[in-house]
C-alpha cells in the first residue's frame, strides 16, 4: 500500500485530467521515475508560468502523450524537485496531502507541506 506524508494510504490526487506517473490519477513512484512526480497540487497561473520560465510547459497539449495541458485549478502530480524549487522562489502551489506521495519527504519537510496544505472549505 503506497502511503502519503502522514503515513496513511496515499489518496487519489486527479483522474480528470488524468495525472502521475503512471496516469492512474496517484501521485506514486518508481525508481524509473526520475522525476520523482510526488506532488499532489493544484495548479496556478503563476506556478504555470514559473515552471515554463524553467523550461517545462504544463500549459500547452501534447496530444500524442496524451497530455490535455493545464490550466489554473486543474490538479496534478508534479516533480517534487520542481516543486520545491517554486517555493523557494515564492510560487508553490497549495498541496493536497492526503494525496503527496511519503517519498515527497526526502525533498522537504513536512512542517513546509503543511505550510501549503489546501484545506477543504
Do not use: Q
Not at 518508481?30 to 522525476?35: H, L, W, Y
Not at 497540487?41 to 514559473?50: G, K, N, R, Y
Not at 485549478?73 to 496531502?97: N, Q, T
Not at 519527504?105 to 477543504?120: C, G, H, R
Amino acid at each position: 500500500m503506497e502511503k502519503n506524508v502522514f503515513g496513511e494510504e496515499l489518496k487519489v490526487c486527479c483522474t480528470s485530467p488524468m495525472t502521475g506517473y503512471f496516469r492512474d490519477g496517484n501521485c506514486r513512484t518508481i525508481s524509473e521515475d526520475t522525476g520523482t512526480h510526488t506532488v499532489c497540487a493544484i495548479m496556478t497561473d503563476e506556478f504555470l508560468d514559473f515552471s515554463l520560465s524553467k523550461g517545462n510547459n504544463l500549459i500547452t497539449p501534447i496530444p500524442y502523450y496524451n497530455f490535455p495541458g493545464l490550466k489554473a485549478g486543474d490538479k496534478w502530480c508534479l516533480c517534487a524537485s520542481r516543486w520545491v524549487e517554486a517555493e523557494k522562489a515564492g510560487k508553490a502551489p497549495l498541496v493536497i496531502l492526503e494525496a503527496t506521495h511519503e517519498k515527497t519527504l526526502d525533498f522537504t519537510s513536512l512542517e513546509t507541506l503543511v505550510k501549503y496544505a489546501y484545506i477543504k472549505t
